[in-house]
């Protein structure tokens, strides 16, 4: 009895002359007695198939997803990035102190009950309480909204960087996007070197975490058109990707900027929080008895302090000068003139003159804040003219470039995508108002 071999889409078929034999599906053997009883298996295949198809397609695009991207670089890149930036002035003693003081957020609800609006840590809430996947950070300068969403960024790329099933995170600082044209897709595909379909699809499933940092610092142009374009763009974004988990930060305004976006109020240090943050990143036991005295017993200066920006500026004044001053905007300046003192002191460099140093950084403050209306990104181009407009101004002459690596030495300034920003709108707001003053006085 003669045998054939046949093979049908990668099922084997081994058959005898009279049509019976065995049919083999992977590695299961199936007795067949007919050519009839073979299609019916093949019917019963491709029906298995056909309910599946949606599992079998998502298993393959997760699989070309996966041997497309390449992005082990860009992750340990801002992971680095970003650990150093939170840490430059604050002491982090190893990983188990890289946390964000000052995210705890309660809802805002104009016609809710405390008891039922959502409270909690950003990253808690993100985690555990939004279904919407969309959030609106509200909280003046200096609470913390852009270290909140780096400390976001930095621990879900370490994720990531572990687990590929884990979301990647992108932080766009919306101040130094100052091109119309440049969109924030096309910043997402640059950042991890993708096409736009490949970008697209990463957003339909929800793959990636969404970090819109600024609303307040989109620049101001002519007709407003750029504000205009990016916050129809945002809206956008919300419509059209439901699974990708977006967080947008911004200052209190008095109406909601995006429809069904829940808002969250970034709550100010409490008592008990400044005295932790305190004794986590102070070790001089001069500083902490001269510190801990200042905020007990006297609610006016805790009102005062009650920010990470103000209250880890302040146990740097102490650290230097061992004195406190008694106002916000004079910590600010205190700690601005620490900087500048010591860097003089420690590095003994004769170039660096604070007066001509000052004001450049006031000339840069003042023509960025009436240029932009806030503290958004500029060109090595634009600082080297507000620097020149300094120096005739104030009839002096110094080394531009120099005091700019020294401004982003000293994180008065610092660099987001090839843009310049003061590293705080509060440092911003100290230098304008200085030159302000002395616009006045002229």
């Known amino acids: 009895m003669s045998k054939k071999k046949v093979l049908l889409r990668g099922v084997f078929i081994n058959r005898d002359t009279n049509g019976e034999g065995v049919l083999k599906v992977g590695t299961t053997l199936i007795r067949v007695s007919t050519v009839m009883g073979i299609l019916i298996v093949l019917i019963t295949c491709l029906r298995a198939i056909d309910v599946n198809k949606k599992e079998l397609l998502c298993s393959l695009k997760n699989q070309n997803i996966s041997n497309e991207l390449n992005i082990e670089e860009y992750l340990k890149g801002i992971a680095q990035q970003l650990k150093q930036r939170m840490s430059r002035f604050i002491h982090i003693r190893g990983e188990e102190n890289f946390a964000v003081l000052g995210s705890y957020v309660i809802e805002y609800q104009d016609d809710s009950l405390d008891s039922k609006r959502r409270k909690g840590t950003v990253e808690y809430l993100r985690d555990n309480s939004i279904p919407e996947r969309r959030m ?200 601005l003139n620490c900087l500048l003192l010591r860097e003089k002191e420690e590095k003994q460099d004769a170039r660096l003159d604070i007066k001509r140093l000052t004001y450049l950084l006031r000339m840069i403050a003042f023509e960025s804040l009436e240029n932009k209306e806030a503290n958004s990104g500029m060109t090595e181009s634009e600082i080297i003219k507000y620097c020149v407009k300094a120096m005739d101004t104030y009839k002096f002459e110094y080394d531009t470039l120099y005091a700019l690596d020294i401004m982003l030495q000293l994180g008065i300034l610092e660099k987001r995508e090839n843009m310049y920003v003061f590293s705080h709108q509060a440092y911003q707001d100290h230098y304008y108002a200085m030159e302000e003053l002395a616009v006045i006085q002229s």
């Not at 990647?168 to 044209?181: A, Y």
């Not at 897709?185 to 339909?204: A, R």
């Not at 609303?215 to 990707?241: A, C, F, H, W």
Request: aromatic residues 8%.
């Open 136 to 335: 609106m950070i509200w909280g003046e300068a200096g609470l913390g909204k852009t270290t909140t969403l780096e400390y976001l960024t930095y621990i879900d790329a370490k994720k990531r960087l572990k687990d590929t099933n884990c979301n990647i995170p992108i932080l766009i600082s919306l101040g130094v996007l100052t091109d119309s044209k440049y969109t924030i897709k096309q910043y997402i595909c640059d950042k991890l070197d993708i096409s736009i379909d490949m970008c697209e699809t990463l957003l339909d499933d929800g793959k990636i975490n969404l970090f819109l940092d600024g609303v307040n610092e989109i620049p101001s142009d002519t007709g407003g058109i750029l504000k205009t374009v990016r916050m129809r763009e945002i809206k956008q974004l919300i419509k059209d990707y439901p699974k990708t988990f977006m967080i947008i930060t911004n200052r209190p305004q008095d109406t909601r900027d995006f429809n069904n976006v829940p808002i969250f109020n970034l709550m100010k240090l409490s008592r008990d929080e400044m005295e932790e943050f305190i004794k986590k990143n102070v070790d001089e036991e001069d500083v902490k008895s001269m510190m801990f005295n200042s905020i007990r017993g006297n609610e006016r200066f805790v009102q005062i302090i009650n920010t990470p920006l103000i209250l880890s500026r302040l146990i740097e004044i102490v650290r230097y000068k061992k004195e406190i001053p008694h106002s916000e905007g004079e910590i600010i300046a205190e700690f």
